[in-house]
């Protein structure tokens, strides 16, 4: 299974900015993807994550009401919409997808040692 991550880059605080991550080699149907952050002052950080069958997804602060995360079923990618962007939001963003047994609880896989394939990231910097 890969993950590639992209549309990442630089923008200014309050601007947007959608990530995408096309994932191949395997199947989405009963996973989790998710999202995560981070910097070199923090541990990685989760974003939100997607149901791929059934299309919900999660997405707690700081992200909440400013991140949307949604999926291209015809092209195997999941996107994350970022609005109100904040300086603090600069980090590596990655993708990744949970094992089966993470997406098959009935809480939310948001944990890293949840996910077991990750994406390289793409680099997300928010000036003042």
């Known amino acids: 299974v890969q993950l590639q991550a992209s549309g990442g880059g630089l923008v200014q605080a309050g601007g947007s900015l959608r990530l995408s991550c096309v994932v191949s080699?395997?199947?989405?149907?009963?996973?989790?993807l998710g999202w995560f952050r981070q910097t070199s002052q923090k541990e990685r950080e989760f974003v939100g994550a997607l149901n791929w069958r059934s299309g919900t997804t999660y997405v707690p602060s700081p992200g909440k009401g400013r991140f949307t995360i949604s999926k291209d079923d015809s092209k195997n990618t999941m996107y994350l919409q970022m609005t109100s962007l904040e300086p603090e939001d600069t980090a590596l963003y990655y993708c990744?997808?949970?094992?089966?047994?993470?997406?098959?609880?009935?809480?939310?896989?948001?944990?890293?040692?949840?996910?077991?394939?990750w994406g390289q990231g793409t680099r997300v910097t928010v000036s003042q």
């Open positions: 990744a997808r949970a094992s089966l047994e993470a997406s098959s609880r009935y809480w939310w896989a948001q944990r890293p040692d949840d996910f077991e394939y």
């Open positions: 080699g395997g199947t989405l149907t009963n996973y989790i």
